[in-house]
T-cell receptor, first 111, second 115 residues
Framework: KQEVTQIPAALSVPEGENLVLNCSFT??????LQWFRQDPGKGLTSLLL?????REQTSGRLNASLDKSSGRSTLYIAASQPGDSATYLC??????????FGTGTRLLVSP | GAGVSQSPSNKVTEKGKDVELRCDPI?????LYWYRQSLGQGLEFLIY????????KSGLPSDRFSAERTGGSVSTLTIQRTQQEDSAVYLC?????????????FGEGSWLTVV
């Protein structure tokens, strides 16, 4: 059974810091991995999608990497801003777009 | 529509009553998914539709839960005889098709409270 773990569970940083969120999964047989952002009381917003054949994806200040063989992904956020405060979720696609989610990392960026 | 639309956004119901949650996916998306997010727990998969058929309903927690999709568009998730443990956010998502590789887009969820 695929299990997804995210570390740390919570993170508090001052504005401007670069930070890394970690995601690990137990079964490397995945189709892709997706990082989402969830604001309080809101749904999920897709940030980055990495196909199983890819090593990384970038969007603005965000960079996500994938090491499928070791079951790891990282989300790098450069020059963090208070608006980045949210819960970040990673999810692995086990087939037919069936996603297995991690429990998330709650990020607080202080001004 | 521009995004995945869900209704109601909030629902409070009495234990034992039936509830219906509606999802309107992004126009042209053939794949539709229901997930549940319970307090203190992660998101769990409930059911997947490709068109009007549901090839994977393995995540439905009990036979009190059912879902249908008509016209390849709107989907309804029905919970019969609600229990307090059904309290959660029910999230609907859609993607262009069921092939792995397409981004999945989520709605803002229906917040269900069973009292």
């Amino acid at each position: 059974k695929q299990e997804v773990t995210q570390i740390p569970a919570a993170l508090s940083v001052p504005e401007g810091e670069n930070l890394v969120l970690n995601c690990s999964f137990t079964d490397s047989a995945i189709y892709n991995l997706q990082w989402f952002r969830q604001d309080p009381g809101k749904g999920l917003t897709s940030l980055l999608l990495i196909q199983s054949s890819q090593r990384e994806q970038t969007s603005g200040r965000l960079n996500a990497s994938l090491d499928k063989s070791s079951g790891r992904s990282t989300l790098y956020i450069a020059a963090s801003q208070p608006g980045d405060s949210a819960t970040y979720l990673c999810a692995v696609n086990t087939g037919f777009q069936k996603l297995v989610f991690g429990t998330g990392t709650r990020l607080l960026v202080s001004p | 529509g521009a995004g995945v639309s869900q209704s109601p956004s909030n629902k409070v119901t009495e234990k034992g009553k039936d509830v219906e949650l509606r999802c309107d996916p992004i126009s042209g998306h053939t794949a539709l998914y229901w997930y549940r997010q319970s307090l203190g727990q992660g998101l769990e998969f409930l059911i997947y539709f490709q068109g009007n058929s549901a090839p994977d309903k393995s995540g439905l927690p009990s036979d009190r839960f059912s879902a249908e999709r008509t016209g390849g568009s709107v989907s309804t998730l029905t919970i019969q005889r609600t229990q307090q443990e059904d309290s959660a956010v029910y999230l609907c998502a859609s993607s262009l098709d069921g092939l792995s590789g397409n981004t999945i887009y989520f709605g803002e969820g229906s917040w269900l409270t069973v009292v």
